[in-house]
């Protein structure tokens, strides 16, 4: 009935698996125990609905077994009592309609499938299974209590009136389709569940079962979102949170709020079994506990109103009403001393709030009728908000305010109206059923600071207080209405079955809760010889073909090109940096050669969208001026058509970027990436890698297949044409696959005699006269010297300067204005690569004064990026830019602009393929943590036949690539504008607004794509 979100890989969550569906276990084995209790207990009233024959008997029986079996096998030998439960609540959902919605409720609570969905994927039926349950069930119980009519009153009518509107309202959104997907998977649902609380709970009997479900499963939410919190590190600074849909550690409060009332009064009533006054002392009291560390300021302000009313209203004399308020006030006080958040955080997130709260009010006034749309607000955020602080997927962060914002002052009136029609029924019948009152009082409060509207609890205590109220009619047969409601389902589901398509521009990509804005059609601009990013984000019912096409069906325009890539998931089990989203991550992007895409095999999380990447190449000869064209989304029934409109400026990038990237490939890790073992396609592989990285912008270093050795009927030359494997000759891989201004390695002798190791150096010599290479070849010699290295480093220089006078030397180094100064060495060295921590928070920091005095001198000077940017042992987030891929895009982006400010000569990133090595032990798709970080020193994704779509061995490039020749591209601008004689006076401005320092810079991608199109179009019109 509910949407089901699946699972993350949590480690934590994978690690105390076992314990939380023990705790699933317990709280529904003692659901169980109390429901035959009170069956037994009130059996008279069982009897009459409880079809007695042999068959019948059987039949249940036999149902019971045939259920425990398959869960039993699909659970496996320890989880056999949970399968057994699961049987059990099967065969006496079939007895009573309220035992059904009870167990039903549970697992709504209690959620299993978001526990183990990995390993145990035959959970996620139980929702569906217990819905369909529930609705049979009360169908026959209507049947055998011959009370087949509905029951209908005001709240009915405003519900119904309500949930109409809002689905109105998913017209005027772009996603049409998209929304009413979200539509039919949230409120829809709550809707039909009210409904079957609302006539089929029709006694006492029904409710005591509703009411003690909610009590159970409040427990075991509880305990279960304790665990977590006591088996956190950093216990002091934890908030309290459950997973999936209750993980915010405010939404699980409010649930407390609500479920509260129902444990303390059933505590009190006299003739509550003894296990169900157990179950209420242990929830009463684990609530607290939860509330004390879930910290949330609007749950603690309405149990302090539900309390205080509570016992103001249960005594009838003032003296007494004054205790109890002071006794509110006593539970207050401690449960407040456990906000150990910081007055800034408090100070933001009340700030934030009133500017959600406003944004609502705009974005009504604005569209008085049905607001932004069902589902509309995070998307519209930005466009109507006055200010704003916090990124990320944003909400109203009120109930009241998000039906404002979504459904327009119609819908927000029948929501406020629901809400006040239960606060008003439920006060009228409080003597008899004071939970009722108190519970819509206090979850009315909690709800006011939390986007509620939609979620499901409301909806089953407005059920329960409508069941309850008696305040009703018959009308229609019940049946009637259940046939429309489902006809209605099936007439509007094949609307969710049409593709619903947007786009975003550039390689800002979702990650966590956030989603970049997506418009519906597509704006670009760029220089010849760019390529430029996009994303799709799209639903469809099915697959789809993509295609790049003129408005009038014909292919693209000479000089345009555009691919797409699929964007399916990666896990993470661990954070790169402090406070890193941990779960699925989109990084690896597949190619879809021929444009076909079926969403479906994408989609890696519980969202109604999946995402496409796409990049479009403008050739460096295609004239300057606007091109229009579509991207065309078709499926077999229905067609979509994403309009791109293309400016094109008269710059053309130029082949050796401004700020160039040298980054390591193995080719053995390659091979073993690609095979787990050596085979005869590494040199064919290290030429279809490096070509990769040739069109990302990316030059190899130390990628050799195999070492040249000396030839000794040549003079020592080397030779460059030996094979390893085929396609494996130094001459291939390096020479002919490097661009001609490009830097070339020559690698180190392996081993042998002082003696042989200077024939080898004398071979390198001869080789960069043979090829042209005078000036461009170097030795990446030493990485990072300690300080007692730097004697046997200058040996070592010496040595290569004296045979190989033309061959540049490179050495990475950290903490260099430590090191001993070596004038002789200083002479020798000729490219100098500090860590980028070395710069810390200045751009002129003194550390790097000998670096700079070097440079002057004409030795090079470039910089690289090292796991110290995000905590090589730990994460330690220094702030400096990181291509872990659990950062967002911008960290990439920033890079070109920090760097051009050091006025470097290169840069290097150590490794593109660093997971490969332990394939098949650890895959490259399933795990990239090393040093600390999600990706660190590995790029790219071995592609395998048989494996994503793939028919052949090939590298699949990762979004962090994508990210940097975007990046790459930045730099061209950057150096275009710096080099103008008259530089305009915003361009500086607004370069130093956004980076400070290498620390120091804004986290806003948009920021730096708005300041590269102003220099775009500044440079055309030039």
Known sequence: MIGIE????????????????????????????????????????????????????????????????????????????????????????????????????IFLFLRPWEISADQMPILAVLPRLYAILAILSSILYLHRSRAFNLRLGLPVFLLLGFAFWVFLSTFIRGDAASAQGVYFDVLFKSVVLFLLISQVIRDEIGLGFLESALIFASLGLSAISIYRTLSTPDLH??????????????????????????????????????????????????????????????????????????????????????????????????????????????????????????????????????????????????????????????????????????????????????????????????????????????????????????????????????????KFRAAVPLLLLLCALAGFHAGVARAGDDIAVEVVRGGDKPIGRFIPSAQDKLILKGSRGETLNFQIKLRAGGCVKLAFQTKAGKTAPHGLGARFYEMPYVRTANPSFQGAYVGSHHDPLPPLDDGAFCPDLARGAAQPWSWVWGELRIDPALPPGDYEAVISVK????????????????????????????????????????????????????????????????????????????????????????????????????????????????PKPIGGTAAEQARYWQGVDQAISGAGLKGKAFV????????????????????????????KILVTTSGYDRAPRMPELEKLIDIYVPVLNDWGVDFNNPKMRRYRFLQDQGKQLWTYLSCMSHGCEGPVDSGLPDWVLDRPSVWIRVMPWVLSRMNLNGFLYYDVDYAYQFYPKKDPWTDLWYFSGNGDGTLFYPGRPGEHGLKEHRPIDSIRVKLWREASFDAEYIRWMEQLHTT????????????????????????????????GEYLNAR
């Open 780 to 807: 990446y010699l030493w990485d990072e010297p300690k300080r007692d290295d730097y004697r046997a480093l200058l040996s070592l220089a010496k040595e290569v300067k004296k045979q190989a006078p033309d061959l």
């Open 6 to 105: 699946r699972s993350l890989a949590d480690p934590a969550l994978a690690a105390a698996a076992p314990v939380l569906l023990g705790v699933v276990s317990v709280i529904l084995g003692l659901y169980l125990a109390f429901s035959m209790l009170a069956a037994f207990r009130f059996g008279s009233d069982f009897a009459a609905l409880i079809p007695r024959s042999r068959g019948v008997e059987l039949l249940w029986f036999s149902g019971l077994i045939v259920v425990w079996a398959i869960f039993g096998y699909s659970l496996g030998v320890d989880e056999s009592f949970l399968a057994l439960e699961i049987a059990l609540a099967l065969v006496l959902s079939i007895i009573h309609p309220a035992l059904a919605i009870g167990f039903f409720v």
């Open 635 to 746: 499926s077999v029934e229905s067609e979509r058509e994403i309009p791109v409109q293309l400016r094109v400026w008269k710059m053309i990038i130029p082949e050796e970027p401004a700020i160039p990237l040298y980054a390591e490939y193995s080719s053995w890790y390659g091979v073993l990436g690609h095979f787990g073992h050596a085979h005869a396609m590494e040199g064919k592989l290290s030429q279809a890698y490096q070509r990769e990285m040739r069109e990302h912008r990316i030059f190899p270093v130390k990628s050799w297949v195999k070492v040249p050795k000396t030839r000794g009927d040549a003079g020592g030359a080397l030779d460059l044409d030996d094979l390893a494997e085929v396609h494996s000759s130094f001459r291939e891989v390096i020479l002919d696959s490097r661009p001609a201004w490009c830097l070339i390695d020559f």
């Open 984 to 1015: 305009p006076s915003w361009w500086k401005a607004q370069y130093d607004t956004l980076v400070k320092s290498p620390q120091d810079w804004s986290k806003s991608y948009d920021a730096y794509q708005a300041l590269r199109d102003q220099a």
């Open 237 to 470: 600074a934890a908030r309290i949170g459950s997973f999936g849909l209750l993980a915010d550690p405010n939404d699980i409060s409010a649930v407390m709020i609500l479920i509260f009332p129902f444990a303390f009064y059933s505590l009190r009533k006299k003739d509550s079994p003894a296990l169900l006054r157990l179950i209420c002392a242990l929830t009463l009291l684990s609530s607290l506990i939860l509330l004390y560390f879930a910290k949330s300021r609007g749950a603690l302000l309405a149990l302090l109103v539900t309390v205080a009313a509570m016992f103001v209203l249960s005594f009838k004399s003032k003296g007494r009403a004054i205790l109890g308020a002071a006794l509110a006030l006593a539970l207050f006080l401690p449960l407040s001393a456990g906000f150990h958040r910081s007055e800034a955080d408090l100070a933001e997130s009340s700030e934030s709030r009133l500017i959600y709260w406003k944004t609502s009010g705009i974005m009504a006034l604005k569209s008085p009728l049905f607001g932004v749309g069902f589902g509309g607000y995070p998307e519209n955020f930005e466009r109507y908000a006055p200010a704003f602080i916090e990124s990320g997927v944003r909400t109203a962060h009120s109930s009241w305010f998000l039906a404002l914002a979504e459904s327009g002052f119609v819908g927000f009136g029948l929501f406020v109206s629901l809400y006040l029609w239960a606060l008003s029924a439920s006060w009228k019948i409080r003597e008899k059923f004071p939970e009722l009152f108190f519970s819509t009082l206090g979850y009315g409060i909690a709800m006011s600071f939390l986007s509620h509207t939609y979620a499901i609890y409301f909806y089953i205590l407005l059920g329960i207080v409508f069941a309850a109220s008696r």
